[in-house]
């Protein structure tokens, strides 16, 4: 039985391969990673494709599940260039598309990649080296001068300044030709990116298939990284430097990707508006004041890092920064005007430059390019334009590199004739290039593998030891059999790339030897936008919270409506009325309760709408991701997911329960933040927010439901709003009384829902934040928070009325002033200068 067990296991084994590889051909013409071809499976794919047919069709579909729901807990995703909503920040970015099955390269195969890259990176940075100092390729006419100073990525201001275009990161675009060898589309200098989205295909497919990075014996990771991060810290001058990564900000391409970096490697995550130049160094605007910044890892073009000496258009830059570089005083990588060398005109140069400079043949050649700003050149790309590609030579002023080339092939006459005389006219701006033909990889397609072309990117680092290449990368496959160039638009995946070993691969971690770990219990500094953002996310989450609870009153009043019981329809009318007051509801007679419910619940025309504050929080967090955890990122997705409006109109009850739902996330976020936050001040900023929203809101209850000779119901109303039903019950044996009420949800500091709470907590908060000077003055918001919490110790509840409730909030909101203007405020500090000497 066992032996039959073993023959039909096998039996099935093989027909799931001979399902997955049912019609598998290659494309004519070009080389297929997968299959040779005779049609037998290259050697390294064997225990992809045995894993594979080892698993049933369910049991493979919830592997990819699992990869699958790592994207999507994790917020993986990206942007098109152009692709932007100002309205909604969020509403552009795209799931990252995971392909299901990785790249599989052998170590021999890979090991010639590396060096080639290794090679180029060193060529490229050599060049730049050049271009920016003694300038003897343009002298001695080994460069033509226009093919440098026609680029908009030569930076005049640079030259001559020393580390001026100097490369830290290095990428390269690979694709294969039908003969197998591996061939340079394309050099990335400016700030490449793709890293961090390769470590992320990594470890969404190795949730999907932990075994078999065992079994293929697939090379790590973190080994890249950790030297990525060496070779930053090697060239600051202080020995525990402050090392930033410069953003764009949430509109970007790739801004997930930045913040991931930034957290998986701990550099601080900053904005052009956090930094500021002062006495020639670059400073972090914090809540404590100036901190110098000792390396800027940038991700914004070079000619946007200063609008002062390069594009004065910029918003994106440091005004100074190109000042502070001359002065040797901050490290920027790669080097502003790295991007020159990203320019497809010199890659016609790159094979004679090699030999040139390093003496050497290019290990990997790159395309074949003519530059059409010389005649000679020119004259061949005019004579051969059928067979050619034509592509920009330079990025275009605001524009990309990744412009997708024109197969002249594929011209109509018109459109042909048009380009030649643009050629004709203005050949500097234009490369022929030979017309590349993809190498193919599976992609699964129906329950069937097929082949698809791809590109391969491959990362270096430069570091002590010298560049180091990421074991791996990340692919882009194309949709469409017929690619000649995959870029990440519509209708492209991404895969993990495994490089295999044939020894087993030793685990690498990003943690130091235990020798060198240095004890600390602050997390770093906190720049003062983290924390403005920290602060409104708070409110923007308790304003949800407060309009749930109001909808979740005025349907459950509808649901078990008693008309007979005293007060029950004015205490729906103050509730609906607050809705329209802030506005989470539509104004106006005449329409139905239930219907001004529902639309304070999904609506997001509204602004004080559940829907609408969930989705500003969630963009508020969008900005700090680097500082949220995967389970609260989560929540948010969770949030918004409940709170999207129903394609068919819902029930009371229905609005009830999602409203009810929807409370019991928040209170799993509110949880996540007090049990798993460290108390640090991002953590402080997070509850100040939420308190001084909290507080706020309860004053607004109380002055809608609590006034004198109010009915009983509006006081049960304002206790379910509270949250302090059960508490109130547990000390009063007779029905709602006002001041009782009022003392419990106003002045009682034990309960967690009134305002005396909320004051207590914030002044405690306030007092743990950094001070700018040590005067011994208080500052305004502690001077405020104090002047709180002395009112509601002394006030009493028989004495409280609208006017002296109104005072509460007004001093609430006074404090939320206060704190903006101390902590948020983007110009500098005026003791700012003084604290640079201490940072």
Known sequence: MALHGRLNSARTRGERRNALLAGYRPLPGAYDELMAPDGTVRPQWEPFLAEWSGLSADELQRRFGLADRHVRDTGVSYRVHGDVDANDPLAGERAWPLNHAPLVITGAEWQVIAAGVAQRAQLLNAVLGDIYGPGRLVR????????????????????????????????????????????????????????????????????AFPDLFRTMNVERLAAFFQSFRTGLVARARRVEPRICLLTPGQLNESYFEQAYLARYLGFLLVEGGDLVMRDGLVH???????KRADVIWRRIDGDFADPLELNAASALGVPGLVEAIRQDNVVVANGLGSGVVESRALMSFMPALARDILGEELILPNIATWWCGQPHERRIVLDRLDE??????????????????????????????????????????????????LSTMPVLHDGRLEPRPMTLRVFAAATPEGWQVMPGGFCRISDETDARAVTMRS???????????????????????????????IVGILPSRAADNLFWLGRYLERTEATLRLVRAVLGRLINADDQAPGHAETIKRLVNLLVAWGAAPAGRGKAIASQATSALFGLEEYGA???????ARRTASVIRERLSVDAWRLFGDLQRQLTAPRKPVSE??????????????????????????????????????????GVTTCRYARHFAESGTPGNCLDALLDLTDSQITYRSRYQLGAALQPVLDLVMLDPYNPRSVAFQVERLDQEIAALPTLSDDGMLEEPRRLALRLAAECRTAEASRLDRASILLFEQLLMGLSNAVADRYFLQNAHPEGSRMTQLA
Do not use: C
């Open 140 to 207: 001695e006419g080994a460069l033509p001068a226009a093919a440098i100073t026609g680029s908009p990525d030569y930076l005049r201001p640079l030259q001559g300044t020393n580390g001026a275009g100097q490369l830290q990161t290095y990428a390269a675009d690979l694709g294969r030709g039908p003969d197998g060898r591996w061939w340079i589309l394309g050099d990335k200098t400016q700030a490449p990116s793709g890293a961090g989205y390769a470590l992320e295909n990594r470890l969404a497919l190795g949730r």
């Open 284 to 290: 972090v605007r914090t809540i404590a004041g100036f």
């Open 388 to 437: 050619m590609s034509i592509a920009p030579a330079f990025r275009a002023n605001g524009g990309s590199l990744d412009d997708q080339p024109v197969l002249v092939a594929d011209l109509d006459r018109t459109a042909r004739e048009r380009l030649r005389a643009a050629i004709e006219q203005r050949g500097l701006d234009h490369v022929g290039q030979e017309v590349v033909r």
């Open 491 to 521: 209708g492209v995946r991404s895969s993990d790339v495994w490089v295999t070993s044939d020894q087993p691969v030793e685990p690498v971690t990003l943690l130091p030897s235990p020798d060198k770990i240095a004890i600390r219990r």
């Open 610 to 616: 559940a829907a609408a504050s969930i989705r500003e």
């Open 653 to 694: 009850g229905e609005a009830f329960e999602v409203a009810d739902s929807a409370l019991k996330s928040l209170a799993a976020f509110s949880g996540l933040s007090q049990e798993n936050m460290v108390r640090g001040a991002g953590w402080r900023f997070l509850d100040i927010g939420r308190r001084l929203e909290r």
